[in-house]
């Protein structure tokens, strides 16, 4: 069958030809029914409804005999037992018996009993769940009779009521069942009929309205009981009735008898076979062979429509020939492109998106000039740059070219241009163009063209991106970078490139001379700790002011940083003309500051440096110009210097001392040596002055002359201090424990060091780490000024000689002071300076000093330490003078502490 299928050709004409084969049997219905009276088909088909109507009241009889039967076994059962003994007691053999006889009912499982005894409470069995109201109760209990069965419907259930009576006992016994009862008989009927059931006493107990209208039953009832049947309105009412009384009426069309007649029935019955088998040929052939295929194409093609693409696969071809096999290979073949178009599609959709995500997130428009036709696209994002919508700017290149600054649009040309041509690899121009607000942003906009095969641009195309915060930023850095924020006067890096364009003009002109001032300004550390730093930020802008009033319009005035200040002096006359406004600047500067009524009085330290062709670059000349500086602080501040090579190279040398000092520190490359301080009376050692020792390793040896003043201007003689006092406690506290002796440790102390705060706490610390006692200490400190008359040094002074720490004056008699003065420190001996004593006895003014100061120190009752005698002649002169206690070379050189300890044991 299907070979046979798969080889016919199907085309319109087979298809019409089908359709009139199956109009030959619905034509000969239409004949034989014209021949059929249809009043004599009614007449012969109303028995048969008749038996219906009867055969479904017999059936309603039978299942309420049923219910009949149960309640009468239970009425039997009850009748045995007294009432009073009734109970819910499970163990109750008679309640057990009751539950017995529902199950045995085939109705069982759809019936509920409800047994009410009179004046007693309700006993409930089987599956239903209906609750009956009191009123029905009290309506049936006076209604029903002995014996008899009385049928009730209420609230969608039916109730079949008994009672029972034993003597003066009554009970009411109820079997409530649910409607499906009784329709469950009706649901054979056809669709379009109507029922209706009527008890003994003419109660409706189920019913149901043909679809086809309702049948006015009240007004023919009594017709009814007579005729059997009534016709009304399309319908027929059959009545029938039982010997209970029971009445059943069916409801159904007039037309039905028509419809069931036997003889109808087989011609319709072999009408419909031909018809339905030639609709099952047609259908199978149109199915087979166009509508399965069709339908198919229909829906790919409609997934198509919709967006919805299928999964490419492939209609199977064989089975079809002639169009439809035509069709479907073509439509393969659509598939195949369809396929490799959405495949690069999808390639090309994943690009496009992820570009546009990335020109999204990253705010940058996209343009795309045709240069064929001139056309010009411009993105949403591109509009919105500039504050324009869509509708506002055209797809012209003139809608760009228009808004440019006037200063950018003819470099933008020819970038532009330049990059068509092929002078560069890309094109990048940053330039102004117009705001919709009618201020300019910055932009910057690159791009790159695509030629022909030809070697002729097509196409332009390139992004915009707003950075107009960027060079707000730039230009904002560029301040920063350039410029000292508070005086607003140029920083040192842009001042060092005013330099470079001096020294540019200094090799091109022989007539140009300039100068460079390094200006310090004296203690101003001091203003800012004394008063505030407001102030000093106000004595700061003062400076510059007068800097400014001081110079000339053409010269550059430069602040770097903190205190210090540079001034360019250009077209001058060389060094007369720049002492002269030097001069100037010291008498501006010197004039004293008022702020608030607080007089500040300023002097300032400059180093002066002439230009010359001999300098390379700026860092040389700021080089010199601070060495200049520095040689004008050491010789007392308040000065100016012009630069010498001299001075460079001392002042370089001391740099580099100190760079090594602070890592010989680290390295641990400084170490002690001990110089005895004999009693010349006893021969015995009384102190140990402890000395630092610099073991370079590539120098070797440095002596202390050669850095304990560097030490001293740079700070690191604090670090130095701190690491002597502690390593000479340890090692003295290792002889004091080892050897019998009672030497004191002498330690040389610098004034930086012995005026901080924290100096006592240092001291006790040092003390507590190395448990040297506290009397054989004696700290060194050398007489100044500053010890004098700091509050801060006597107080730590006071405190440590109330614990025992010992303090000697060193280079007693170089500074001009007074007994007064001495009697003020908690001293308790002084060393006569070792500039006095070098050329004793032979300098009778030295040996005068001398002897005044053994004088004042035996008035004050202090020990007089005589250190640097290095000659018998000292040592007499000294001896002779009352000094007993002394040092230096001609006792004994510094020693190790392995050989001061020997020295010690032969001694």
């Given at each position: 069958m299907s070979s046979f299928i798969s080889k016919l050709r199907i085309n319109y004409k087979s298809i019409l030809f089908l359709l009139l084969i199956s109009l030959v049997p619905i034509i000969g219905l239409a004949i034989s029914i014209m021949w059929i009276d249809n009043n004599e088909l009614k007449a012969s088909l109303d028995t048969p409804i008749q038996s219906l109507t009867c055969n479904q009241l017999a059936r309603i009889d039978e299942k309420t005999d049923s219910i009949h039967n149960l309640l009468s076994q239970v009425s039997d059962s009850l009748k045995a037992e007294n009432f009073n003994n009734l109970s819910r007691n499970e163990e109750s053999s008679k309640l057990q018996e009751i539950e017995k006889i529902i199950d045995q009912n085939q109705y069982g499982s759809l019936l509920g009993l409800d047994i009410i005894p009179e004046g007693l409470d309700p006993i409930h069995f089987g599956q239903s769940n209906i609750n009956l109201e009191n009123k029905w109760v009290s309506e049936w209990m006076q209604i029903a009779e002995e014996g008899q069965v009385f049928w009730y419907s209420e609230d969608n259930s039916v109730f079949a009521v008994k009672t029972v009576e034993e003597k003066e006992s009554r009970i009411l016994l109820v079997a409530n069942l649910?409607?499906?009862?009784?329709?469950?008989?009706?649901?054979?009927?056809?669709?379009?009929?109507?029922?209706?059931?009527?008890?003994?006493?003419?109660?409706?107990?189920?019913?149901?309205?043909?679809?086809?209208?309702?049948?006015?039953?009240?007004?023919?009832?009594e017709r009814l009981a007579s005729q059997g049947k009534?016709?009304?309105?399309?319908?027929?009412?059959?009545?029938?009735?039982?010997?209970?009384n029971w009445r059943l009426i069916i409801i159904s069309p007039l037309n039905y008898s028509v419809a069931n007649n036997n003889l109808l029935f087989k011609i319709l019955l072999v009408v419909i076979l031909a018809i339905a088998l030639f609709i099952m040929i047609f259908a199978i052939l149109m199915n087979q062979k166009l509508i399965r295929p069709v339908n198919d194409l229909a829906f790919r093609l409609k997934q198509i429509n919709q967006n919805k693409l299928p999964d490419f696969e492939r209609i199977p071809e064989n089975p079809y020939t002639g169009e439809v096999g035509e069709l479907i290979a073509e439509f393969n073949q659509f598939i195949q492109n369809l396929k490799i178009t959405h495949e690069r599609n999808s390639i090309l959709d994943e690009k496009r998106e992820r570009f546009e995500l990335a020109l999204q997130g990253s705010k940058i428009g996209l343009w795309d000039w045709n240069l064929i036709n001139n056309h010009c696209y411009y993105s949403p994002t591109w509009r919105n740059i500039l504050g324009h919508t869509e509708e506002s700017i055209h797809n012209l290149p003139t809608e760009w070219f228009t808004r440019v600054h006037p200063e950018d649009i003819e470099t933008l040309r020819t970038e532009i241009n330049n990059h068509i041509a092929g002078k560069t690899p890309i094109f990048e121009k940053e330039h102004r163009i117009r705001h919709m607000n009618d201020t300019y942003i910055w932009v910057l906009a690159r791009g790159l063209v695509r030629k022909g095969e030809d070697g002729i641009p097509y196409r332009f195309v390139g992004t915009i991106e707003n950075i107009t915060q960027r060079k707000s930023l730039e230009a904002r850095l560029l301040i920063e970078a350039m410029y000292d924020p508070l005086t607003g006067l140029p920083n040192r890096t842009y001042f060092s490139g005013i330099i470079e364009q001096s020294l540019g003009r200094i090799h091109r002109r022989e007539e140009y001379h300039s100068a460079v001032l390094f200006i310090d300004l004296d203690r101003f550390k001091n203003i800012n700790d004394q008063y505030s730093f407001s102030i000093g930020d106000a004595l700061l802008l003062e400076i510059t002011r007068r800097l400014k009033y001081s110079l000339r319009s053409m010269d550059t005035i430069s602040r770097f940083g903190n205190d210090k200040f540079g001034v360019l002096l250009e077209e001058i006359n060389g060094l007369p003309d720049t002492i002269k406004i030097t001069h100037r600047i010291h008498k501006e500067i010197n004039k004293p500051f008022n702020f608030s009524g607080e007089i500040i009085h300023l002097t300032t330290s400059i180093g002066i440096v002439m230009l010359s062709r001999g300098y390379q670059d700026s860092n040389e000349v700021l080089r010199d110009a601070e060495s200049a500086l520095f040689q004008a602080k050491s010789d007392g501040r308040g000065k100016f210097e012009i630069y010498d090579k001299e001075v460079y190279s001392y002042t370089l040398s001391r740099i580099r001392v100190e760079n090594e000092l602070k890592q010989a520190l680290k390295n641990d490359e400084i170490s002690l040596c001990y110089q005895p301080i004999i009693d010349t009376e006893t021969n015995q050692v009384i102190f140990a002055d402890a000395i630092s020792i610099w073991q370079h390793p590539e120098k070797g040896f440095i002596p202390k002359e050669h850095y304990l003043s560097v030490a001293e201007d740079s700070g690191e003689i604090i670090p130095l201090n701190n690491f002597l006092l502690r390593r000479a406690c340890n090692e003295t506290f290792e002889w004091f424990q080892e050897e019998d002796t009672r030497t004191l440790l002498s330690v040389s102390i610098s004034p930086k060091m012995f005026l901080k705060s924290d100096f006592t706490e240092t001291v006790l610390s040092a003390l507590a780490d190395s448990n040297l006692p506290n009397e054989f200490l004696q700290l060194v400190i050398t007489e100044s000024s500053k010890i004098y008359n700091s509050g801060v040094a006597i107080q730590a002074m006071v405190n440590l000689s109330s614990i025992g720490v010992k303090f000697c004056l060193a280079n007693y008699g170089v500074i001009p002071s007074s007994l007064e003065q001495l009697k003020r420190l908690p001293i308790h001996a002084i060393r006569i300076s070792e500039t006095l004593i070098k050329d004793i006895p032979i300098n009778e003014e030295d040996a005068v000093i001398t002897e005044s100061i053994i004088s004042s120190a035996k008035v004050l009752g202090l020990q007089v330490i005589a250190t640097g005698v290095n000659t018998k002649e000292q040592m007499d002169f000294l001896t002779q003078k009352g000094i007993h206690l002394i040092s230096g070379d001609y006792v004994s050189q510094p020693l190790m502490k392995p050989e001061f300890i020997n020295y010690l044991k032969r001694i």
């Open positions: 649910p409607l499906s009862f009784f329709r469950v008989i009706f649901q054979d009927l056809p669709a379009n009929f109507g029922y209706q059931l009527f008890n003994e006493q003419n109660q409706s107990l189920i019913q149901l309205s043909s679809p086809m209208g309702d049948f006015p039953l009240q007004n023919y009832m009534i016709d009304s309105n399309n319908l027929q009412a059959t009545y029938c009735t039982d010997t209970a």
